[in-house]
Structure formats: structure tokens, C-alpha cells
């Protein structure tokens, strides 16, 4: 099992990136895909997750109406679009899967992870 993140860079406040997470070593479209995200000192935090069961998604507060997850199963791919950013969103940003159908919100349940993309929000 094997996750690669990409996509990250620097942006200005307001900008906008996205993220792709490629999958390999097994079928994503059976299992669910998370974000994660780590800023300096702090803990990671869940920020979206996309299940397998009628690809329900799942937002963090801080980013919910900016941020969007999909996946591309034909590609093993899935994505995360980042809108309106603020200095806030900057972290480094992780792809995870515990390859099980439905989401969790919670580091700690994912056992795969990718290696990270960083995000950088400043002007």
C-alpha cells in the first residue's frame, strides 16, 4: 500500500491549489481516502475524507466550503481542491487511508500514509 501526495506550494491569501494523492498496492475505490494536515508545532488534524459508500465526504469546520475532495477511481487518484486560502491553512498536508470503507476523522485510525505535500499561505 502506497500513497504519494503532491500539489503543494506557496499561494498567496485567497489563492487556490489542489492537491492529488495517487494510490498504489491496492483498489481505491474500495476503501476511503483522508487529508490530514500538520502545521508547525501543532497536532495533526483531520481536514476532509471521502468514503467508499456513495463517496460521502466529510469537512473539518475550519475548511468546510472552501476545500472539496473527490476521487478518481479509474486513475487511483484522489484530490483535494483548496479555495480561498488563508495563512491559517498553511501545513504540511498528508493523504491516509485504514482501508476500510467508511471515514474517521482521527489520525490515529489511519495506518497508511503518504508522505506529504507542503502548503504555504502568505503574502
Known amino acids: 500500500v502506497q500513497l504519494q ?23 481505491l475505490a474500495h476503501y476511503a481516502i483522508g487529508w490530514f494536515r500538520q502545521a508547525p508545532g501543532e497536532e495533526r488534524e483531520g481536514v476532509s475524507c471521502i468514503s467508499s459508500v456513495d463517496d460521502t465526504t466529510y469537512y473539518a469546520g475550519s475548511v468546510e466550503g472552501r476545500f472539496t475532495i473527490s476521487r478518481d477511481n479509474a486513475r487511483n487518484m484522489v ?19 485504514d482501508l476500510i470503507r467508511t471515514c474517521s476523522i482521527y489520525a490515529t485510525n ?9 502548503v504555504t499561505v502568505s503574502s
Do not use: I, K
Open 5 to 27: 501526495a503532491s500539489g503543494g506550494g506557496w499561494v498567496q491569501p485567497g489563492g487556490s491549489l489542489r492537491l492529488s494523492c495517487a494510490a498504489s498496492g491496492f483498489t
Open 79 to 97: 484530490y483535494l481542491q483548496l479555495s480561498n486560502l488563508n495563512p491559517e491553512d498553511t501545513a504540511v498536508y498528508y493523504c491516509a487511508t
Open 110 to 118: 489511519y495506518d497508511y500514509w503518504g508522505q506529504g505535500t507542503l
